[in-house]
């Protein structure tokens, strides 16, 4: 009995080994599986969508349907506002390139996500800060100055299909409550404004874009008290991304080699403003006694 008992928890051993239970090695594969099975998913999808070249009005889209059916911030949650997306190459605030929908609202790309293979981990109460640009089974996709190489859709986890732009998942946000606005432009440090390829609009590559020292991005700010850089107390900043004011809500004035973005709550939240280069007072932005974070990059 002992040689059975021996023999047959060595076969429960075995087994437990070859279905995964304990290999890391098989947990991995099975994660890599899931991952092909959810990228084979979002490619049968794209291959049933209509992509359209040129803009929604062009043609001839209803009226209070797809991007026009969907509230300021809010989630295309109505069946009409998924109807179609459009995706147009534009400009918005200080971002030239980025990409706007339909209705002129700014999309971005999240960090955390990931682009190859293409994943959202925004979801939750994640997606509504940040609703996720979705678009039904057999929709529409009006490109607009965006190659159609560029554009892919996704499964999200609740089952919706989300439109990708170079393989990163796009999204609006909530705080952009009129066509044309950046709000979202370096939240958290990790929010960012998506160019027609797919990458970070507002950070240009190799430095200056023409603007002299001012078109950098500055790495680093002093805020003064007072105004007009006087030194009745002072504090220095550096990034990149996100920084905090160790002394909140008493600069006036502020110093800074190139353009940065200041934020009127912390952790890069509430209202903003992209500045270039020093301001001798910060009340002529709206900003006086009022700058709480500064995101640098």
Do not use: E
């Amino acid at each position: 009995m002992g040689l059975i008992a021996t023999a047959t928890a060595a076969g429960a051993a075995l087994l437990l080994t070859a279905c995964g239970g304990n290999g890391d090695g098989s947990a991995s594969a099975a994660a890599d599986a899931a991952k092909d099975t959810a990228a084979g998913a979002g490619r049968s999808a794209a291959r049933q969508l209509d992509f359209l070249s040129g803009t929604a009005k062009k043609h001839h889209a209803a009226p209070r349907t797809g991007d026009w059916a969907n509230g300021p911030g809010k989630p295309a949650a109505r069946p009409v506002a998924k109807k179609w997306v459009q995706l147009s190459a534009s400009a918005a605030g200080d971002l030239d390139p980025v990409v706007v929908n339909g209705a002129g609202f700014t999309l971005y790309r999240f960090d955390k996500d990931s682009a190859n293979p293409s994943t959202s981990r925004c979801n939750g109460a994640c997606a509504s800060t940040w609703p996720p640009v979705v678009v039904a089974p057999g929709g529409k996709i009006f490109i607009d100055g965006v190659k159609k190489s560029a554009v892919g859709v996704i499964k999200r986890d609740d089952g919706a299909l989300q439109v990708t732009i170079g393989g990163w998942p796009v999204y609006r946000f909530s705080k952009d409550l009129r066509p044309g606005d950046t709000n979202g432009q370096g939240v958290q440090g990790t929010w960012f404004g998506v160019t027609p390829d797919g990458q970070k609009a507002g950070r240009p590559a190799g430095g200056d874009t023409g603007g002299g020292q001012q078109g950098k991005p500055a790495t680093s700010a002093t805020l003064f008290d007072d105004v007009g850089f006087a030194d009745n107390g002072a504090q220095g900043l550096a990034g990149p991304g996100c920084r905090n004011v160790a002394r909140d809500d008493v600069a006036s004035s502020l110093q800074a080699a190139g353009s940065l973005k200041i934020w009127s709550g912390p952790d890069c939240t509430g209202r903003s403003k992209v500045i270039k280069g020093d301001v001798a007072d910060l009340g002529t932005l709206g900003f006086d006694d009022d700058v709480s974070s500064v995101f640098f990059g």
